[in-house]
T-cell receptor, first 114, second 115 residues
Framework: SQQGEEDPQALSIQEGENATMNCSYK?????LQWYRQNSGRGLVHLILIRSNEREKHSGRLRVTLDTSKKSSSLLITASRAADTASYFCATTTRLNYGNNRLAFGKGNQVVVIP | DTEVTQTPKHLVMGMTNKKSLKCEQH?????MYWYKQKAKKPPELMFVYSYEKLSINESVPSRFSPECPNSSLLNLHLHALQPEDSALYLCASSQDGGPFTDTQYFGPGTRLTVL
């Protein structure tokens, strides 16, 4: 199964700055999602962008998807200390009705310095 | 209620022990998942249950045995584990797999240590 791959993998920024993370994948997808994980805890879904969408916003989050380049980016604007976390992109491949496989990328560790 | 609960939060077991991890959701989701996550790595899919039937087994060793007693519950039975099985085990659920229902909701995980 394919995996998304994010670049860069570690990012340290000052509070108030914007943080940008990238993700690339290798095969056709149904959609791409971004998840956040605070240290050693469960993942929280942030945003889903479908394969026929190019850009999506949710609050301070902006996600882009370029299916021709098989890449996506996540932008967090006006970062806050609470945004410190690991961020994973995940691609969804549908197997059949009721089944889909979520393949996670390596993740980006973001540290927001107050 | 958009919560997935997992018990226990932490588990320490010996290689000869038998233990179980439990997961519960009350969102009416019909797909449930087990993931394994090692430190500083992404989650890796282990099993998928769809409508209470095992639909995906990602070549997981038989010392891990999943069970879905009903649509709200998912168990992972552990037996004769190895120290390398120590990890964070995450449970997730999603709706019935329709085209716009791929969001997965994760529990907080069980931190497993095998001695």
């Amino acid at each position: 199964s394919q995996q998304g791959e994010e670049d860069p993998q570690a990012l340290s920024i000052q509070e108030g700055e914007n943080a940008t993370m990238n993700c690339s994948y290798k095969t056709s997808i149904n959609n791409l999602q971004w998840y956040r994980q605070n240290s050693g805890r469960g993942l929280v879904h942030l945003i889903l962008i479908r394969s026929n969408e190019r850009e999506k916003h949710s609050g301070r989050l902006r996600v882009t998807l370029d299916t021709s380049k098989k890449s996506s980016s996540l932008l967090i604007t006006a970062s806050r200390a609470a945004d410190t976390a690991s961020y994973f992109c995940a691609t969804t491949t549908r197997l059949n009705y009721g089944n889909n496989r979520l393949a996670f990328g390596k993740g980006n560790q973001v540290v927001v310095i107050p | 209620d958009t919560e997935v609960t997992q018990t226990p939060k932490h588990l320490v077991m010996g290689m000869t022990n038998k233990k179980s991890l439990k997961c519960e959701q009350h969102m009416g989701h019909r797909a449930m998942y087990w993931y394994k996550q090692k430190a500083k790595k992404p989650p890796e899919l282990m099993f998928v249950y769809s409508y209470e039937k095992l639909s995906i087994n990602e070549s997981v060793p038989s010392r891990f045995s999943p069970e879905c007693p009903n649509s709200s519950l998912l168990n992972l039975h552990l037996h004769a584990l190895q120290p390398e099985d120590s990890a964070l085990y995450l449970c997730a659920s999603s709706q019935d797999g329709g085209p716009f229902t791929d969001t997965q909701y994760f529990g907080p995980g069980t931190r497993l240590t095998v001695l």
